[in-house]
């Protein structure tokens, strides 16, 4: 009985994650600043941020000082879109990561209908050019079109070779369809493109990422110490970044490795023990050891600090069921 209870919370969180994955709901934030073109904050700028996969768009409006911020997001490429009376839409898609506690920060000046832009993104017809391919490389990637995506970014980087940046876009195209040698060659060379440029790699969300990711593909080539090590590569430079910590976990979690997972919900709960997710999953961690006590304590401590989640009604639901095994057990 004990063994068909724990597989069906598996399965509940497994299909929880997937659909999570599927809807592009993550944990990622975006924020950033609204000016004009002589560089003073406009107040009231709607800010409609789009997941070009799956279409799901959060919308929200600039404060006095012209900042904005949007919380809840996955990984993946977006549009960014600005709209204010008066002023000339802008409108960008970007390529963002949620797989850092660092906020991607996206800020833009705008031109009044009958002013011009100045000092943002020069206009000739070569960057024009290169930008459009960008954007393409963006929308294909967005569409699951991962060689056509590949073949764009590669003609930017060839055409651009300055922007390293576009190594991160590269190597997501070859993880994801599985020529993992050549991810991680990708990555690694945004990575040292980085050391040359900044001399360091703290404090750089993409490295993050790269790190990240190649954590990620060594677990799916079953090479678990290399996974690790790719991982506390990335705590090392990033030590106090909760959400690092917590999505490490779920990448493990989702591999299988539940005890690799344990030791980083455990790690996000140290660095904020207000922030709800680590305990849901610790609450799952504990349920698949059969700790079942330890289990009710992190379920009930989610619900506590989320009681507006999605999932809340669900463990409020499966709390009592546990506290009544718990009994059975006992007697």
């Known amino acids: 009985m004990k063994r068909a209870f724990v597989f069906s919370v598996n399965l509940f969180f497994c299909l929880s994650l997937f659909l999570h994955s599927q809807l592009g709901i993550g944990n990622g934030r975006m924020q950033g600043t609204v000016l004009d073109s002589e560089g003073q904050p406009l107040q009231g700028a709607t800010v409609k941020v789009e997941n070009v996969r799956y279409k799901n768009a959060l919308t929200t409006r600039t404060d006095k000082k012209g900042r904005w911020s949007i919380g809840g997001l996955a990984s993946g490429p977006y549009t960014i879109a600005v709209v204010l009376e008066g002023y000339e839409e802008r409108k960008d898609e970007v390529m963002f990561t949620q797989v850092t506690k660092s906020t991607f920060v996206w800020d833009v000046k705008l031109r009044k209908k009958d002013g011009a832009v100045t000092g943002v993104n020069p206009t000739n017809g070569e960057n024009e050019a ?7 490389g963006n929308r294909l990637f967005g569409e699951r079109l991962y060689a056509e995506a590949l073949s764009r970014f590669q003609e ?11 190594h991160i876009n590269i190597g997501n195209c070859f993880r994801e369809t599985k020529e993992y040698d050549n991810a991680i060659t990708a990555y690694n060379a945004y990575l040292e493109a980085l050391v040359a440029d900044k001399g360091s790699l ?9 790190l990240s990711g190649m954590g990620e593909i060594s677990l799916a080539q079953g090479n678990i110490d290399k996974a690790k090590e790719y991982f506390k590569q990335a705590m090392d430079n990033f030590p106090t970044d909760e959400v690092l910590a917590y999505n490490v976990g ?6 299988g490795q539940a005890e690799q997972a344990f030791e980083y919900f455990n790690t996000a709960i140290k660095l904020n023990g207000n922030w709800a997710p680590p305990y849901l999953r610790l609450g799952y961690v504990y349920l698949n050891r059969g700790q079942y006590d330890m289990a009710i304590e992190n379920l009930k401590k989610f619900s506590q600090l989320a009681p507006d989640d999605p999932q809340a009604a669900t463990i409020n639901n499966l709390i009592p069921e546990l506290e009544k095994l718990i009994k059975k057990n006992a007697a």
Request: net charge positive; proline share 3%.
């Open 130 to 136: 290169l930008g459009a391919l960008l954007k393409e």
């Open 156 to 166: 930017f980087l060839k055409k651009n070779p300055s922007v390293y940046q576009v």
């Open 250 to 255: 779920e990448i493990f979690f989702k591999q």
């Open 202 to 210: 703290k404090a750089d969300r993409l490295a993050e990422a790269a």
